[in-house]
């Protein structure tokens, strides 16, 4: 079987678009990206207000469950993903964040030689087209598209000024010299547009680079080996089974619950669990689907009688026509909305090193992830704890490969982790109660007399779950539950990398769809460094 490219990407997300576009810049290097999902091109994914599309609806969207938690009192939690050219930069609030400068060196200091945050500065740097900042910590000539926010939603003011009111410093830039204080999200858009890793890595060059090839509603399915070498990928597209073959290496891109689960399927993992399904073991790797991490996050909501805020109403609906008009004109309004447009990054103790809750402030009311629905109006702050000691595990479920993954993030587990959010709440209520915020709603939804420390630890329980952003399942390291190494090849194995959120060792303090596009940026050049001495 002679090789279909030089390079296999398997995902088309975030960190397969980001490692496709730079490797396929080398037209003497060829590349193919294999995407489960669409094209993801069309006006629901593009209008910002398409962040719609991450409510819990197969479109564009794996729309995946965790098993029951504990923590949350048995209830299971959603979890989307992105199924489409872009992956979940196609659903997601578009918040440009790349976490804490602590969080890369600690990278480091496990034994991860050149993830430091001065190591990899420059890669958000390269991938960074900030319309607004620039200098020393901003990049304004890369593919990924970062703008101000045009909504032009008053309620951007209120929040800031009760942020103030209540005695928290502003700040304009999180990924700046300081990320601690209270501001508004910079977005990735353009010309008030939703700008997905496929529209800025993939896309300008699908029809001009004839060494990029792009297929769309392929199912992958295995990753063949001869030996203990990475050669080939079995899947299915239009109902065909065809396999693949790679020149060099394959790039597995697939995303925190779709990286680990091809990995087992395909015998790289615990030899155990894989004997009980079955699977021939290709090579005993025991960390493969542990080490998952995700951010518990809890949402206060409130009613509102404003109709700049999004909702449920006849003058709502009235409104909501003018500003289609207006986004067909100016590409201004409403319709570029990412929903979560005011931030923070907070401390529950003034000693830490580093912010340690998160705030995304949103113009609507949203109850379990927009699954139950309210009319009228209102808005919401989500407050997720960012760095948690609750530690998961993705498993397989069957050995069929199109059965989704068993995914047990353990939110809450550990006991650390409530009282932190505690007194997070505390601290995220002194927010929204300042007269700025609480002067214009008309009524707290659901902490209203949640007023004792057990009240909120209940409160919490009943209705916390993901703000979206799990990691660390095929984690990067030097130790015996490492899946890579620190150049992102799976340990033991040759001629297999893995390019997504999945191999981050710890959680880093903030939204991961920035960062995983740098790890697919470093991931080019350390493949490009290594081809070169080669």
């Known amino acids: 079987m002679n090789p279909v490219s030089d390079y296999i990407v398997v995902g088309g997300g975030a960190g397969g678009c980001a490692i496709a576009g730079r490797l396929s810049e080398d037209p003497s290097v060829s590349v193919t990206v294999l995407e489960a999902g669409g094209g993801g091109d069309s006006w629901v994914v593009n209008a910002p207000i398409g962040v719609v599309a991450m409510l819990p609806t197969k479109l564009n969207n794996w729309a995946f469950e965790t098993v029951p938690q504990p923590g949350l009192n048995g209830r299971k939690g959603y979890q989307p993903r992105g199924k489409m050219l872009g992956g979940s930069s196609g659903i997601n609030a578009m918040v440009y964040i790349r976490g804490h400068k602590v969080d890369y060196d600690q990278w480091a200091a496990l034994g991860n030689t050149g993830w430091s945050y001065d190591d990899v500065l420059p890669y958000f740097k390269r991938s960074e087209n900030n319309e607004t900042h620039g200098g020393h910590f901003h990049g304004q000539d890369g593919p990924l598209r970062v703008s101000e926010l045009r909504s032009d939603n008053p309620f951007q003011q209120h929040y800031v000024d009760a942020a103030r009111q209540a005695g928290f410093p502003i700040n304009p830039d999180f990924n700046g010299a300081e990320q601690e204080g209270v501001g508004i999200y910079q977005v990735t858009q353009y010309q008030g547009e939703r700008w997905t890793a496929a529209r800025g890595y993939l896309r300008p060059h699908m029809e001009s680079r004839p060494n990029l090839r792009v297929e769309t509603g392929c199912y992958v399915t295995k990753i063949v080996f001869e030996g203990k070498r990475a050669v080939a990928v079995q899947m299915i597209q239009n109902g065909q089974q065809k396999t693949l073959r790679a020149g060099r290496e394959i790039l597995l891109a697939a995303g925190a619950f779709q990286s680990p689960q091809l990995l087992m399927l395909s015998g790289v993992g615990d030899s155990k669990a894989l004997q009980a399904f079955g699977i021939p073991v290709i090579h005993h790797l025991p960390g493969v689907g542990q080490n998952l991490q995700d951010h518990p996050d809890f949402v206060f909501k409130y009613r509102a009688k404003s109709l700049d805020l999004l909702g449920v109403s006849a003058g709502g609906s009235v409104r909501m026509l003018r500003e289609f008009r207006r986004y067909q004109n100016e590409r201004r309004g409403m319709l570029t909305s990412n929903g979560a447009e005011g931030g923070g990054f907070l401390k529950t103790d003034s000693d830490l090193a580093a912010p340690d809750i998160q705030l995304h402030f949103v113009v609507a009311m949203l109850d379990d992830h927009a699954r139950k629905l309210h009319l009228g109006h209102g808005y919401s702050c989500h407050m997720c704890l960012l760095r948690p000691k609750s530690i998961g595990d993705v498993k397989l479920a069957s050995p069929d490969p199109l059965a989704a ?130």
């Open 405 to 534: 993954p068993l995914i047990n993030p353990r939110f809450l587990e550990h006991p650390d982790d409530m009282e932190k959010m505690v007194r997070g709440f505390k601290i995220t209520r002194k927010i929204m109660d300042a007269p700025a915020l609480a002067n214009i709603r008309s009524s707290d939804y659901q902490t209203a007399n949640v007023r004792t420390d057990d009240e909120i630890r209940d409160v919490i329980r009943a209705t916390s779950d993901t703000v979206y952003h799990p990691i660390g399942t095929c984690k990067m390291g030097v130790d015996a539950m490492a899946v890579v190494d620190p150049s992102l090849k799976v340990i033991g194995v040759q001629g297999l990398r893995v390019v997504d959120a999945s191999i981050m060792p710890t959680l880093i303090g903030g939204n991961t769809n920035a960062p995983t596009m740098m790890i697919g940026e470093k991931a080019a050049d350390m493949i490009r460094a290594e081809w070169r001495n080669t």
